[in-house]
Structures are given as C-alpha cells and as structure tokens.
C-alpha cells in the first residue's frame, strides 16, 4: 500500500488497522475542548510523528493515522480528514483552514475492477510554510511547495510550485509570491 502498488482494501489486516483508529479517532474527538494535554498526547498517539506545536480541532478524521508525518508548528482548523493510504508529510508551520480534505487512495475507472476491493494509493506532501484555506481539496500524488498557498474551496489536482498561490477548480495558478 504504501509503496504506490495495488492492493486489496478490504484485506482483513487493512480493516482491522482502520477500526483500531476509528478507536482512537473517537476517544480524540470526545475529549474536552479545554483538555490540551490530554488532546495533545491522543493526537501523538494517532499520527505516525509530529513535531512540537501541534494543534488539529476537533472533529478530525483520518483513516490509519501511522501514514500521517506533521512537523513542527501544525494548525489546522475544525473538519480535516486524511485518508492516509499512503504517507502524508506535512513540513513546518503549516495552517489547514476548517473542511479540508486530503486523498491519497485511488480507485480503478472501471466498475467491474472497483468492485474487487483493489486500489492503489499516492502520496501527499505539503512543504514548510504552507497555508490550505478553508474547504480546499488535495487529490492523491499531489507535492504543495513550500511557503504556496492555496485558495480556499480549491481542487489541487498537481503539484504546487513554491512561493505561488493557486486556486480553483481545478486549482491553477493564481501568482508568484
């Protein structure tokens, strides 16, 4: 799965892991607003790493956590899900606006094929300085480059260069910062 190679998703290793997360996504979400500790150490216990500052509001949702790599100084905003089939790495002071969604699964065009379960995954990574506004949609294989921004409600469907600022649907750029 996380070498980019198709898979069997319905795998009952794959569901197990997935349910064990959905485990510790609910014990996070339930926590108390004002439990900042307690918030803290379940998120370090979802995420694979993450750097000191962190701060995700809750809801959160993810689906395995372990392929989820955030560094230092990380906000990010009410609604995120990350469906972490691949890794996602996020770099140093990034800002996630409220309701993104980052992808890395990937599933076959054809119906017959996407019913067997299979499907491959791409990974996401979002460099140092980064700022996703609210309701922005990143798509599986995407690499946002550092100190980029994107717009809020945008579908980023390639790579972002650094230091730009792209927005729609499909995400283009905007201008070079």
């Known amino acids: 799965m996380l070498r980019g190679e198709v898979y ?19 014990r996070f979400n339930a926590l108390p607003a004002l439990d900042t500790a307690a918030i803290d150490a379940s998120l370090r216990e ?9 701060h995700i509001n809750q809801p959160f949702r993810c689906d395995y956590g372990e392929n989820i790599r955030v560094g230092s ?16 790495t996020f770099g140093d002071n990034v800002f996630i606006g409220p309701n993104v969604s980052i992808y890395t699964a990937c599933h076959p065009l ?45 579908v980023v469907t390639r790579d972002v260069p650094m230091r730009t600022v792209v927005a729609g649907n499909p995400a283009r750029i905007i201008r070079k910062l």
Request: aromatic share 8%; charged share 20%; glycine share 14%.
């Open 8 to 26: 069997d998703a319905v795998h009952p290793e794959f569901i197990r892991r997935l349910y064990v997360n959905r485990e510790r996504i609910s």
């Open 46 to 54: 979802i995420l694979g790493a993450a750097g000191p500052g962190l």
């Open 73 to 88: 100084n990380f906000f990010a905003n009410f609604n995120l899900t990350i469906l972490d089939e691949a890794l996602v």
């Open 110 to 154: 054809d119906p017959d094929e996407r019913r067997t379960g299979i499907e491959w995954a791409l990974p996401v990574t979002v460099g140092n300085d980064v700022w996703i506004g609210g309701s922005a949609t990143i798509l599986p294989g995407v690499t946002i480059g550092d100190g980029a921004v994107i717009g809020a409600g945008s």
